[in-house]
């Protein structure tokens, strides 16, 4: 004997009328503890990183932790680690730039061999002719010796007969040294005698080395170097 359609649905009714309602609390504990899963397991990842003392990759495992499970016992537990790789990680990728603002290069010049370290300014500076580049160059060859020197782009120095520039390591006292510009149309440069000086004074900088040099337009100029992270290897017949 055969049901009708309308007591099988009354039946189905009833019967889902008995089901209990889900209970929130279970529910929340449930999904907290998955949530807790998913941070403990990024948080291994970010231990064994930080273990290699690989920062930028616990710094990225340790981000996506702080965004995503915010509020877990893992993301809790990591967090002092977590401060530290980002602060390094941040001083690595720091070092990586200044490191790479350094240019070193080994040519024949002349009957020699030629070395030499060159950095650009932080800035362009307005020598007379608009903000162009100023390049600060050591330079090391078996025939015309070693010499440090800017170079302009634009403009020109006024130092034809010798002058004074004042270079400045970092937030220290103002330091003069005899500087001079060669009388050829060659290159717009300006040689700093002391250039041993110059070098020591470039690696001792913790951050910056600026020169105040005078030019042709009137008055002097400043060109700020970050030569923080010199490699004085690449030229090593200087001091």
Same mark, same amino acid.
């Given at each position: 004997?055969s049901?009708?359609p309308?007591?099988?649905?009354?039946?189905?009714?009833?019967l889902a009328?008995?089901t209990?309602a889900p209970?929130?609390?279970e529910q929340?504990a449930?999904?907290a503890a998955?949530?807790?899963q998913?941070?403990e397991s990024?948080?291994k990842?970010?231990e064994?990183e930080?273990?290699?003392s690989?920062?930028g990759?616990?710094?990225a495992h340790?981000?996506v932790?702080?965004?995503q499970?915010a509020?877990t016992?893992?993301?809790a537990? +990591?967090?002092p680690?977590?401060?530290e790789?980002k602060?390094?990680a941040?001083?690595?990728r720091e070092q990586?730039?200044l490191?790479?603002?350094w240019?070193?290069q080994t040519?024949?010049?002349?009957?020699?061999?030629?070395?030499?370290?060159a950095i650009y300014a932080k800035?362009?500076?307005?020598t007379?002719?608009g903000?162009?580049?100023?390049?600060? +160059?050591?330079?090391?060859?078996?025939?015309?010796?070693?010499?440090?020197?800017l170079t302009l782009?634009?403009?020109d120095?006024?130092c034809?007969?010798?002058c004074?520039?004042?270079?400045?390591?970092?937030?220290?006292?103002p330091?003069?040294?005899?500087a001079s510009?060669?009388?050829?149309?060659?290159a717009i440069?300006?040689?700093i005698e002391?250039?041993?000086?110059?070098w020591?004074?470039?690696?001792q900088?913790?951050?910056?080395l600026?020169v105040?040099?005078?030019?042709?337009a009137?008055?002097?100029?400043t060109a700020v170097?970050?030569?923080?992270?010199?490699?004085?290897?690449?030229?090593?017949g200087?001091?």
């Amino acid at each position: 004997m055969s049901m009708k359609p309308s007591l099988v649905l009354a039946a189905a009714l009833a019967l889902a009328a008995c089901t209990p309602a889900p209970d929130p609390a279970e529910q929340a504990a449930a999904q907290a503890a998955t949530n807790e899963q998913a941070a403990e397991s990024m948080a291994k990842q970010f231990e064994a990183e930080f273990a290699k003392s690989n920062w930028g990759l616990a710094r990225a495992h340790g981000d996506v932790l702080m965004a995503q499970h915010a509020g877990t016992q893992a993301a809790a537990r +990591i967090k002092p680690q977590y401060e530290e790789a980002k602060a390094k990680a941040e001083a690595d990728r720091e070092q990586r730039r200044l490191a790479s603002l350094w240019m070193y290069q080994t040519e024949r010049a002349g009957n020699g061999e030629q070395l030499s370290a060159a950095i650009y300014a932080k800035e362009p500076v307005d020598t007379g002719a608009g903000a162009k580049p100023v390049r600060l +160059i050591f330079r090391d060859h078996p025939e015309w010796g070693d010499s440090s020197y800017l170079t302009l782009e634009g403009g020109d120095f006024n130092c034809y007969g010798g002058c004074k520039v004042k270079v400045t390591l970092d937030d220290g006292t103002p330091r003069s040294m005899a500087a001079s510009r060669p009388d050829t149309d060659e290159a717009i440069a300006m040689f700093i005698e002391d250039e041993k000086a110059l070098w020591k004074m470039a690696q001792q900088a913790e951050k910056t080395l600026a020169v105040e040099f005078p030019v042709k337009a009137g008055g002097t100029r400043t060109a700020v170097f970050e030569v923080g992270e010199l490699q004085p290897q690449k030229l090593p017949g200087w001091p």
